[in-house]
Each structure stands twice: as structure tokens, then as C-alpha cells.
């Protein structure tokens, strides 16, 4: 697994660090001593064959995983996931947009009503909700006859959008993204 | 051939950062602190809609739990009604032996009296139980007994009455009278009438005779229902209630766990595992209180007499139903896929109802069993329902307290199993 | 036809889904285990009573002399020597204060059920039976227990008899006894085989109606194998095939456990196991039906069990019906119980042969809730 920094900003504010981290789950050791660091603008991305443990680095940092499993030194936004009084904090300032819509997206429900549903986990307001949410679906070119039907009858790449909406909208300060080209044109 | 060097894909990130940041409200102001009971019970609210939200995208789903039960009870008021004296007549026959020859065992006495034979005959007409089919004289028909045993097979009557070779002669000697019964003992809550029928010609026949001393029995019924309620409707509704208001709410909740997908991606908000069951909880508690109430009124239309309050009963129909929703989220909790969810729904609801006591009375079943169906809810909601319904009993007693308990259990270890419970995206 | 395989692919599922076998294989032997398990315990006591006796009260009016020497042989036949009934109190008022405490109390043990009946002893009782003039016996029964109020005036006629026997009040005593026909014999599992023909049917319909209400709701790959040669009539065939392969296997697994338990049956065996079958038959059938008809999963679980309870409620065995309207009495008996109950209890406890006219019924009605099922799915809209 390889990881490629493209580094936009000057600005050296560390929002995502990693030192010698390992994942075993029992007797399977799923991660080996990865290191990397990510700084605010700057945006990496993970390399690597499938079951090369990208998406359980991913879990380690969004406090997925439970501490018994890794080992190392871990901070994201200058706070521990090791430490569960961390989680709520750490996960106000994430926004994540995994790979399955399914585990993403209510499907019965319109997309104005899971932003609502989301955002309202972080204290925000319907209103404000709804005004950044109309706002990111037409920089992300979701159609306008799409928001209030419900998401189910949406096509694969407005599902994705619709995830990388729901993953912006709380402007977070670390934003990780599960396979986010599947399925965009 | 012109080659040309393609330029690689980049995106402009400056421009879409600069366009996506442009939007940001001030963190500040719109993010509050995630750990205020304010934002706490904001979530929640929340998450209670999104739960209703939910609901009402299966509008068929919802039509079975909210509209069907009242529907049911209806009809069943519409088909329970008390039917006439005359229809309930039992079909029987009358096989005398008592013309035939007895021989006294004390001093070998011939006799052939059957004096008392057709006064009990009369007696048997006259009964508005009974309805005499044909009366045999086995004296003059030796197959009397094989052609009444026909008819009992066959169903065309209920109940043989044999009149034994003796029955004139006790009682002439001052003995007592014994009169043979014979009813179709395979349908088993036809016996006790059949047996009430055959008794009613005996009280009719010792009137008739004037045969003394006879016991006078003057009975008063305390917790009756007063004219112009169906007694055959207020006495079955209970079971049905309990019944119905449980089996709703549990299916209702079984797969609301389960099926909820983006649970895992809830999980990576500042929500909480305990914020996301208390709203199920929640919302289906107020569906519950939908339900509860369409019941009731229903059940009050169809003519339901209610010796209790309106509020005990609400209440105890409440705590049943709750100890379905508890049982549901419960079985929800801990399921791996909507599949397994499914089959210990049916697993655990054949198990409850077919211990319950409906079908084989808890008092008859041995004691290992007895213990595991006074675990149940079920067999304090029956007993519970009917004492508020018939009584007016308070409904603060034991299968209250009982079903209570069985409801804090059941949330407890849903909490317990949730928070336990491997989320991953 | 592509029938050969679509059954295949529905035993793979059915193979693959062991918790559901489970359910359908063990379950139902586990439950007969536990009610075949009960034989021998029958009810023991019927009435639980509570006594209170004015005997002791003086009453000289129509007798020469005052006495109470009965009351207590009559307390005491009904504390040890009646066989369905229970003494659970009995007071002795000498006056019409200690009677209406007495009263008080055990108005409230008929109210909160610890007794069945309050049976109050007048003033005149020993008196009555002294002079041989007719006794009289009050009692005060809780009237929201039909089996009680049905049960009492023949339920009292043993301590009656008990007591006229021991106090030589036997002579124009008339007494009926009752030889039930038809019954289960008393060296047979009274329990087992009495909720035989309620209990089997219940749980037969409840686990094959549920191995296929969602059998089309819940497979998701189905609208994808519609966009191939298969037909819609295909499918619901394949489905109906498969699990009445399954259901009748279940049948012939509950038949052998019930024999070997212990069931008696005066009929043919053969047509009892084939009225299983039709049951299991008709459950199918009817999940099919949900399963067709639902959108949804959560709806398949709500509607399945709203027939399920409509079935038992609706069929007449449980609580009794009063129906006079044809037209509803045809719709009952589209319900699978309405049938199959009194056909197991024809065979089984009266030996009788197969009822035409249930089997009809109960097969119309599976025919039905199969055509039903395959019409709706054909009006289906599925889209991949």
C-alpha cells in the first residue's frame, strides 16, 4: 500500500496523525506499522490491492475499531480514538463517505430528509441544513427533481453524490472518502 | 498520426475548496457542544422523526398494524353475538332399558316397573336444552343402543341418555335414581353443555315427579354483564386482545434494528448508540398509544362492558403491548440479518402463544412448564385484562408488576446488546 | 422450461437458510416433546370455594328445634372428600355482623380469583335436612368465567350426593353419570391428545406459512431472473414444488414423533397424515399469498401474522362464532383451522374416515390463496 501526498496549502496544522500503527483482529495481523501524517489542505490518498488494509486504517481513524485491536500512536484533529470519551468530538469533526450506499443513504427516504436526518446529529438546524445542503447538491450537479424523491429511485453516481453531500455538509475538518470514483462519471 | 501528449486528470481543488468552503456557516454558532442534554434531546427528537419518517415510507405496513386490529375486533363483535334459546337445543336420543326384567340381588325379585320411564321422557321434551331426536324402548328394539351409537358417530346428536333396567325400581325402593349419560366426548368444549343439558331434564323430571328431599340451589352470579351487552362477545374479546395488541407490536419491531443499514454510518456522527434505541423506542411506543386507543374504541362501539376504567385497561393494554415492542427490539438487538430476526420472532411467538394458557390451561401443564409460562407475558395480560374488564379491578397488582418487570428486563438487555453490538462501514 | 432449475435454486436457499430448518424440524418436535411430556396430569381441582355457614344462627320458625349439626359434615366433604373441588376458607357467622364481615372477605377473594364461588349455608340447613324438607344452598359464582357458570349446577351435584349419602338422605335422589364417548382413553395422553387436533395444526400452519411469506419478498435477485426466458408462473411453480417437498417432510417428521409419543387414534393413520399434509399444503399456499401480495418485508411479517391471528381467531375452535350469514360462513371456511381441527378430531377420536366436505374446503381454500398468490405477482411491478 502506498500513500500519495498532494499538498495544496502551507499551512502545517496536523489534523491526521499515525505512527506505528498495527490492526490484528486475534490471530490475524490485518495492519503492519503504517505511518503517515496528514496535514490541514492537504489531501492523500491510499493505494493498495484489496485486503491490503486501506479501509481498516480508515475504520481505526473514524473510532470503528476498538482500541484491543490496534496498537500505536494515533491522533485525529489532535485527539486519541483510543480514548472513547474522544469519539464524540473526534466524529463532530469528521465526515466520511463510505463505499456502499446502502450502509449510507436511507433509501426510503428523500435526500432532504436523510441531510436532515444527518445534520441533525451535529446540532444543526432544518433551515441551515436545508441551505447548504441545496447548495452542495448543485456544486455536486445532483438534479433539482431528485431531492425530494426518495432516494431509492436515484441512479448509482447521484446515490455516491448524494453520500458526498451528506459527508461535506457539516463542513468537517477531516474528510475521508471509501472508493469515491466508484460510479462518478 | 498525430500524437498528442493528453494532460493528466487533475482537479482543481483550489476551486472546488474555495466553492465548498464559501458555504460553511461559522462552525462556532451552527456546531454546538456535542455533550449538552440540550443537543442530547435534540438528536433524539431528531432521530424520532426519521423513525416515523421511516414508518410511514411502508404505508401498507402501517395499514396492517394500525387498521387491521380494530378491524378484527369488529368483526369479531359482529360475529360473537348471543344467539337464540332454540338454536342452542342439544339433539340427544333416549334409550330405555328400564321396561326389561329386574332381578333384586338382596331376595331375587322380579320386576318390570317402569313407571318414572316416560315422565322423564316428558321431562326431556320439556327441557329447552335438549332436543329428543328418538326415544328407544330397548326392550321391543334389541339394537337400540347400536343405532344411537350410529347417530353419535355420524353427529346427527350430541348425547345418548340410557335409562338403566333399574331406574324405577331405586327409586321406588328409595334409592337413588341413576340416569346414563353418553355425550360426544371428542369436541371437548361441547362436553360440560351436553352434560348441562342431560342435567336440566333431570331437575325438569324430579320437579314433575315432586320427588322430596331434593337440594334447592339458588345461585347469584357476581361480575355479570347487565342486559344489552353481549355476554358470548365481553367474555372472548379478552383473549383476542391480548392476543392481537401483542403479536402487532412485536412484529411491528422485530426488524426495526436490523434492517436499518445506515445505522453504521449514524454511528459516525456524534449520535449515540442509546440516542438511536430510545427513539425507536420512543416512536413505537407512540404508535403503540395509536393502536391502544383505536382498539379500545372499537372494542367499546362493538359493545365491550367495561366494569373497570377506560385508563386501566388503556394501561394494561399498553403494558402488553409494550412487552411486545421491549420483546421485538430486543430479538431486533441482537440479530445478525433480517432472516434471523424473522425466524426467533416465530420461534418465540408460537412458543408464548401456545404456552399462554389459551389452548391448555397453565394450572394443567407440569411444573417446569407452569414456570416457564408465568415467565411469559401473555399470561399475565390475559388474567390482567380480564380482571380490569369483568371486575373492575385495579390494575395496579401482580401481572402489572409482573409484565412490568419483564419490560424493564427486556429494554435493559436491548440497551446492553446494542451497545455491545459491531458496527462498521 | 426452465422449472428444473428454479427448483433447484429454491432447495439451495432453503439448504443454505439453516436456522430456518431448525425452526421448521425442531421446533415442532421440541413442543410435542413438551405437551407429550404432560400425560397424566389432568385437572385436579375444578372449583375453589369458600364457605360461610349461618347454621349456627337460630332459626325457630318453621322448625321445633334449632340445629346446626350438618354444616360441619358438609365443610368437611367438600375439604376432603370431593375430587374437583378445593376448600379455600370457610367462616361460621353467628350473627349478621360476623356474616357480612365474613361476606365482605370473601367477596374480595372472588374478586381478586382466589376463589371460584362463595356458597353460603342458610340458617335453616341442618334443620332442613333433619326434617328431611327440601335444604337450601346459596352460592355466589364469578360470572365472568363461562367455563364456571357452564360447570357449576353439575359440579355441585358431587358434594351433594357425598353429603346426602352420609347423612342416609339418599331415597328420590336422582343422579346422572356421565360416560364420555369418544374420548381419550385414560391410559393415553389426555393433554397431548386432546390439543393434538389444535395444537398440530397451529404449528404446521405457523412454520410453513412462514417458510414462504417472504420467499419472494425477501429474494432480491428475482426482478434480475424476470430480464431471462423465465416466466413469472415459473417462479411461484418452482416455489410451490421446493417447499411442499420441504413441508412434506416436516409432515412425515411431526407424524412419526406424535406416533411415537403416543398419539391415539381410533381412524386411519394414513388419513391422518394426510390431513397433515393438506395443512402444511394450505400454509404454503397462503405464504405464497403474503409473500406475492407484500412490498415489503416488515409488511410480509405484519400481514402474516394478521392471517395468523384472523385463522385462529376466525376458525371457530377457540372462541365460539354464531354465524347465520352464508356468505360469511363461506369466507370462514376459506380459513385453514375451520376444517382441518374438526377433520383431525373425526379421525382421531371417533375413527371416522375422511369429511368430504372439509377436505373440499380445505383444499379450495389453498387452491385459491395459490391462484391469488400467482395472479398478484403477475401484476407485480419488478425492476432491476
Not at chain 2, 460553511?24 to 434531546?41: A, F, G
Not at chain 3, 359434615?73 to 367462616?91: A, G, Q
Not at chain 3, 357425598?162 to 335422589?173: E, G, P, Q, W, Y
Not at chain 3, 391415539?264 to 406475492?292: E, P, Q, T
Request: hydrophobic content about 45%; some cysteine; charged content about 15%.
Amino acid at each position: 500500500m502506498r500513500c500519495e501526498k498532494i499538498s495544496i496549502s502551507k499551512k502545517k496544522k496536523e489534523m491526521v496523525y499515525v505512527k506505528d500503527l498495527n490492526v490484528k483482529f486475534g490471530d490475524k495481523h490485518v495492519v503492519h506499522d503504517v505511518n503517515f501524517n496528514v496535514n490541514q489542505g492537504e489531501i492523500i490518498g491510499l493505494f493498495g490491492i484489496s485486503g491490503a488494509g486501506k479501509t481498516t486504517i480508515v475504520r481505526v481513524l473514524t473510532c470503528q475499531i476498538e482500541k484491543k485491536n490496534w496498537t500505536g500512536d494515533v491522533k485525529v484533529t489532535g485527539l486519541t480514538p483510543a480514548k472513547k470519551y474522544n469519539h464524540p468530538i473526534i466524529l463532530s469533526r469528521i465526515g466520511y463517505v463510505p463505499q456502499l450506499e446502502l450502509l449510507n443513504l436511507y433509501f426510503d427516504l428523500s435526500p432532504m430528509v436523510n441531510v436532515e436526518v444527518f445534520t441533525s446529529t451535529y446540532g444543526m438546524n432544518k433551515k441551515d441544513a436545508k441551505e447548504v445542503a441545496e447548495k452542495l447538491f448543485r456544486i455536486l450537479d445532483l438534479p433539482e427533481d431528485t431531492w425530494n424523491k426518495p432516494v431509492k429511485h436515484m441512479s448509482g453516481g447521484e446515490k455516491k453524490r448524494l453520500s458526498m453531500a451528506i459527508g461535506l455538509i457539516h463542513n468537517p475538518n477531516v474528510l475521508f472518502l471509501d472508493e469515491p470514483t466508484t460510479l462518478i462519471s | 498520426m498525430r500524437i498528442t501528449k493528453k494532460k493528466p486528470l487533475t482537479l482543481n481543488l483550489n476551486k472546488f475548496k474555495s466553492k465548498v468552503s464559501s458555504l460553511k456557516p461559522d462552525t462556532k454558532k451552527v456546531i454546538k457542544k456535542v455533550s449538552s442534554i440540550k443537543n442530547n434531546i435534540f438528536r433524539i427528537i431528531k432521530q424520532v422523526k426519521k423513525e416515523f419518517r421511516l414508518l410511514w415510507s411502508d404505508k401498507f405496513n402501517i395499514f396492517l398494524a394500525i387498521v387491521m386490529p380494530p378491524l378484527i375486533i369488529v368483526f369479531l363483535g359482529l360475529t360473537m353475538t348471543d344467539a337464540p334459546q332454540e338454536a342452542q337445543s342439544i339433539p340427544c336420543v333416549v334409550v330405555s332399558y328400564d321396561s326389561n326384567t329386574f332381578i333384586n340381588p338382596n331376595d331375587f325379585f322380579e320386576s318390570q316397573l317402569d313407571n318414572y320411564t316416560i315422565p322423564y321422557v316428558n321431562a326431556v321434551n320439556k327441557s329447552s336444552l335438549l332436543e329428543l331426536v328418538r326415544f328407544y324402548n330397548a326392550t321391543e328394539e334389541i339394537y337400540a343402543m347400536e343405532q344411537a351409537r350410529t347417530a353419535l358417530l355420524e353427529g346427527t346428536i350430541n348425547v345418548i341418555i340410557s335409562l338403566p333396567v333399574d331406574f324405577t325400581e331405586l327409586i321406588e325402593l328409595g334409592l337413588p335414581g341413576l340416569i346414563d349419560c353418553i355425550p360426544d366426548a371428542s369436541k371437548m368444549v361441547h362436553i360440560q353443555a351436553n352434560i348441562n343439558a342431560v342435567y336440566d331434564s333431570i331437575k325438569i323430571f324430579i320437579n314433575d315427579t315432586n320427588l322430596k328431599p331434593q337440594f334447592v340451589i339458588r345461585g347469584f352470579e357476581e361480575f355479570t354483564i347487565p342486559e344489552g351487552y353481549s355476554s358470548n362477545f365481553n367474555t372472548n374479546i379478552i383473549m383476542a386482545f391480548s392476543f392481537m395488541i401483542f403479536g402487532v407490536a412485536f412484529v411491528l419491531s422485530i426488524l426495526i434494528v436490523v434492517q436499518e443499514k445506515p445505522i453504521a454510518r449514524l454511528l459516525l456522527t456524534p449520535v449515540t448508540r442509546s440516542e438511536i434505541l430510545l427513539s425507536k423506542f420512543i416512536a413505537y411506543t407512540l404508535v403503540l398509544l395509536l393502536q391502544d386507543s383505536l382498539l379500545i374504541v372499537s372494542a367499546l362501539s362493538m359493545g365491550l362492558y367495561l366494569a373497570g376504567t377506560v385508563t386501566d385497561l388503556f394501561l394494561a393494554l399498553f403494558m402488553i403491548g409494550f412487552s411486545g415492542i421491549a420483546m421485538g427490539i430486543f430479538i431486533s438487538s441482537q440479530s445478525k440479518t433480517k432472516t434471523q430476526a424473522n425466524q426467533l420472532f416465530l420461534a418465540f411467538y408460537l412458543v408464548i402463544i401456545l404456552l399462554s394458557g389459551i389452548f391448555i390451561p397453565i394450572e394443567n401443564m407440569p411444573p417446569y412448564l407452569q414456570v416457564i409460562a408465568y415467565i411469559l407475558p401473555l399470561s399475565h395480560g390475559d388474567p390482567l385484562i380480564r380482571g380490569i374488564i369483568t371486575k373492575g379491578q385495579s390494575i395496579w397488582g401482580f401481572h402489572f408488576y409482573w409484565l412490568l418487570g419483564i419490560c424493564i428486563f427486556l429494554v435493559l438487555f436491548s440497551f446492553l446488546i446494542f451497545k455491545r453490538r459491531k458496527y462498521e462501514v | 422450461m426452465y422449472l428444473g432449475g428454479l427448483i433447484r435454486k429454491e432447495f439451495g436457499r432453503i439448504k443454505s437458510d439453516k436456522r430456518t430448518l431448525v425452526l421448521l424440524f425442531i421446533v415442532p418436535i421440541i413442543l410435542i416433546l413438551v405437551f407429550g411430556l404432560t400425560s397424566g396430569v389432568g385437572i385436579t381441582k375444578f372449583f375453589t370455594s369458600a364457605i360461610i355457614t349461618r347454621d349456627s344462627m337460630p332459626t325457630f320458625d318453621d322448625f321445633s328445634a334449632n340445629s346446626s349439626k350438618y354444616d360441619g359434615t358438609f365443610i368437611s366433604i367438600m375439604k376432603n372428600e370431593t375430587s374437583s373441588w378445593d376448600l379455600y376458607r370457610y367462616y361460621n357467622a353467628t350473627d349478621q355482623v360476623e356474616y357480612d364481615r365474613a361476606y365482605q372477605n370473601c367477596y374480595k377473594f372472588l374478586q381478586n380469583g382466589d376463589v371460584d364461588i362463595i356458597i353460603v349455608l342458610p340458617e335453616n340447613f341442618s334443620e332442613s335436612v333433619e326434617n328431611k324438607t327440601n335444604p337450601v344452598l346459596i352460592y355466589h359464582i364469578d360470572a365472568s368465567d363461562a367455563q364456571a357458570i357452564a360447570a357449576i349446577e353439575v359440579a355441585i351435584q358431587e358434594p351433594i350426593a357425598l353429603f346426602r349419602a352420609k347423612t342416609d338422605m339418599i331415597a328420590n335422589f336422582t343422579i346422572m353419570i356421565p360416560y364420555l364417548e369418544f374420548d381419550v382413553p385414560f391410559w393415553e395422553s389426555a393433554i397431548l391428545n386432546y390439543a393434538i387436533p389444535l395444537i398440530l395444526p397451529i404449528i404446521i400452519l405457523g412454520t410453513t406459512m412462514n417458510l414462504t411469506s417472504l420467499s419472494i419478498v425477501s429474494e432480491a435477485p428475482l426482478p434480475r431472473m424476470l430480464i431471462t426466458p423465465t416466466a413469472k408462473r415459473e417462479i411461484i411453480l418452482s416455489k410451490l414444488i421446493a417447499n411442499s417437498i420441504v413441508m412434506f417432510l416436516q409432515s412425515t417428521e411431526i407424524f412419526v414423533t406424535i406416533a411415537f409419543f403416543g398419539l391415539y387414534s381410533l381412524g386411519s393413520l394414513f388419513y391422518f397424515y394426510l390431513v397433515l399434509i393438506m395443512i402444511g399444503f394450505s400454509g404454503i399456499c397462503i405464504g405464497l399469498f403474503i409473500s406475492a401480495l407484500s412490498p415489503t418485508e416488515q409488511s410480509a411479517n405484519q400481514m402474516y401474522l394478521i392471517m395468523f391471528i384472523i385463522i385462529i381467531l376466525f376458525s371457530g375452535t377457540i372462541l365460539p362464532l354464531n354465524i347465520t350469514d352464508p356468505s360469511v360462513q363461506i369466507i370462514l371456511n376459506l380459513l385453514p383451522l375451520s376444517n382441518a381441527v374438526p377433520m383431525i378430531t373425526d379421525i382421531t377420536l371417533k375413527g371416522l374416515s375422511l369429511n368430504l366436505t372439509s377436505l373440499f374446503w380445505l383444499n379450495l381454500s389453498s387452491l385459491i390463496y395459490v391462484t391469488l398468490a400467482y395472479i398478484i405477482y403477475m401484476f407485480k411491478k419488478l425492476e432491476v
